[in-house]
Nanobody, 120 residues
Framework: QVQLVESGGGLVQAGGSLRLSCVASGRSFSSYAMGWFRQAPGKEREFVAVMERFGGSTRYADSVKGRFTISRDNTWTTVYLQMNSLKPEDTAVYYC?????????????WGQGTQVTVSS
């Protein structure tokens, strides 16, 4: 059974940092692109960051470039999202996602989400 389990969310003041983790299990994810989406209240889910399969290229939403960094461990089972200089508008539920291939278009798997709240 494939599972993606996120952790690391919480409440932080504006300007602070958080690191999200997503542990993948149930199969090998080395050939999967893995990354993060987020959904704020009343808004659609939006792309945040992706790392291509086999530790390839990374891409970020314009809104988080220069502040967020995505990384994966060398066992390809965990993906991280280091979030610095957080802003209130970063408040959302953050979802881990995985898709076989190089992009996260229509992910094959989703995590359950972790709440990030940034206070002003």
């Amino acid at each position: 059974q494939v599972q993606l389990v996120e952790s690391g969310g919480g409440l932080v003041q504006a300007g602070g940092s958080l690191r999200l983790s997503c542990v993948a299990s149930g199969r090998s994810f080395s050939s999967y692109a893995m990354g993060w989406f987020r959904q704020a209240p009343g808004k659609e889910r939006e792309f945040v960051a992706v790392m291509e399969r086999f530790g390839g290229s990374t891409r970020y939403a314009d809104s988080v470039k220069g502040r967020f960094t995505i990384s994966r461990d060398n066992t390809w089972t965990t993906v991280y999202l280091q979030m610095n200089s957080l802003k209130p508008e970063d408040t959302a539920v953050y979802y881990c996602a995985a898709r076989q291939g190089s992009t996260l278009h229509r992910p094959d798997y989703w995590g359950q989400g972790t709440q990030v709240t940034v206070s002003s």
